[in-house]
């Protein structure tokens, strides 16, 4: 079956410019969640959503970014006003809600480059 | 919150030898270990993992141990081949926030090198 995809694979923008990105989570996964990776470094939470509601927002780094979800499927993270510090691959996994953790599926990423 | 060191950075070993990755986690409500594999350009995929009722956990050539006393865990590579050459993560989950996030918390990561 389908895995988690990402568009775009890459996306160059100039700083202060808004971009969204897309994660398609694999069918029936309620949990999905958004992770940055900054060049040779681990990946950082950013948030999770369960359904269509973000619970937990805690590791979003300021108010120029947020994040939706609809139809407890496709979402996009926008950041606005780009800075050359949120160049990094941003990744999406998903899961299966259960009373435990479980396997997160991760996406491919999408590599952002702010200039 | 929770912190994860991972040791060591680089990794070169001959084929056929061993790798050992080490993990140290700081929150002691962490239950749950998850390794991951990431080759260039892609996800990280995971490989196995281990939650804190279990001590070891063995899947073919790749086993992983927890220590919970001294919060730290371990993968074990055995006879490893040159496919096995990635970056690989290890994290750790404290169960649920609450609003029922299982966030995962990564170490840096070991860049492995299987030399043929």
């Known amino acids: 079956g389908a895995g988690v995809s990402q568009s775009p694979s890459n996306k160059v923008t100039e700083k202060g410019k808004d971009v969204e990105l897309r994660c398609d989570p694999i069918?029936?996964?309620?949990?999905l969640y958004w992770y940055r990776q900054r060049l040779g470094q681990g990946l950082e939470f950013l948030i999770y959503?369960?359904?269509?509601?973000?619970?937990?927002k805690s590791g979003l780094p300021s108010d120029r970014f947020s994040a939706e979800r609809t139809g407890e499927s496709v979402s996009t993270l926008t950041i606005q006003r780009t800075q050359q510090e949120d160049s990094a691959v941003y990744l999406c996994?998903?899961?299966?809600?259960?009373?435990?953790?479980?396997?997160?599926?991760f996406g491919p990423g999408t590599r952002l480059t702010v200039l | 919150g929770e912190n994860v060191e991972q040791h060591p950075s680089t990794l070169s070993v001959q084929e056929g030898d061993s790798a050992v990755i080490k993990c140290t986690y700081s929150?002691?409500?962490?239950?749950?270990f998850p390794w991951y594999k990431q080759e260039l350009g892609k996800g990280p995929q995971l490989i196995i993992d281990?939650?804190?009722?279990?001590g070891e956990k063995k899947d073919q050539r790749i086993a992983v141990t927890l220590n919970k006393t001294a919060k730290h865990f371990s993968l074990h590579i055995t006879e490893t081949q040159p496919e096995d050459s990635a970056v690989y993560f290890c994290?750790?989950?404290?169960?649920?926030?609450?609003?029922?996030?299982?966030?995962?918390?990564f170490g840096k990561g070991t860049k492995l090198s299987v030399i043929p």
């Open positions: 069918s029936g996964h309620t949990a």
């Open positions: 929150d002691s409500a962490s239950n749950y």
């Open positions: 996994a998903s899961s299966l809600v259960s009373g435990g953790p479980v396997e997160q599926f």
């Open positions: 994290a750790a989950i404290t169960g649920g926030s609450g609003a029922g996030s299982y966030q995962l918390t």
């Open positions: 281990i939650r804190s009722n279990v």
């Open positions: 959503f369960q359904g269509n509601s973000a619970p937990d």
